[in-house]
C-alpha cells in the first residue's frame, strides 16, 4: 500500500496557488499597489509637516509643494502600470482576479 500525498492542492501546499505565471503577476502587481498607496500616503504626509512647520520660508513651501508634486505623480504612475497590466490581461485573455 502506497501513501501519497497530493501537494497540487491549496489546502495542502499553500504555493499550489501560484501554479502559472498569471498568478503570480496577480500577487506581484497587488502587492505593489497596496505597498505603493501606503507610501503615497506616507510622502504626503512628510510633505503636509514639511509645509505647516515652513513658517512662511519660502524654500520650505517650494521643498513642499515638490514633494506633493512627487508623491501624486508616483501614485498616476502606479495606476497607469495597473492599467497597463488590465490591458495586457485583455489583449492574451489571461484571466487575472484583480
Not at 489546502?11 to 501606503?38: G, Q, T
Amino acid at each position: 500500500m502506497v501513501y501519497a500525498l497530493d501537494i497540487s492542492k491549496e489546502s495542502v501546499n499553500p504555493l499550489a496557488k501560484f501554479s502559472n505565471f498569471a498568478s503570480i503577476i496577480n500577487v506581484v502587481v497587488s502587492l505593489f499597489i497596496i505597498l505603493a498607496s501606503i507610501a503615497f500616503v506616507f510622502v504626503m504626509l512628510s510633505g503636509a509637516y514639511t509645509y505647516m512647520t515652513s513658517g512662511g520660508d519660502a524654500e520650505k513651501v517650494k521643498q513642499a509643494q515638490k514633494t506633493f508634486k512627487f508623491a501624486i505623480i508616483g501614485l498616476i504612475v502606479v495606476l497607469i502600470s495597473f492599467l497597463i497590466v488590465k490591458l495586457i490581461e485583455v489583449i492574451f485573455a489571461i484571466n487575472l482576479p484583480l
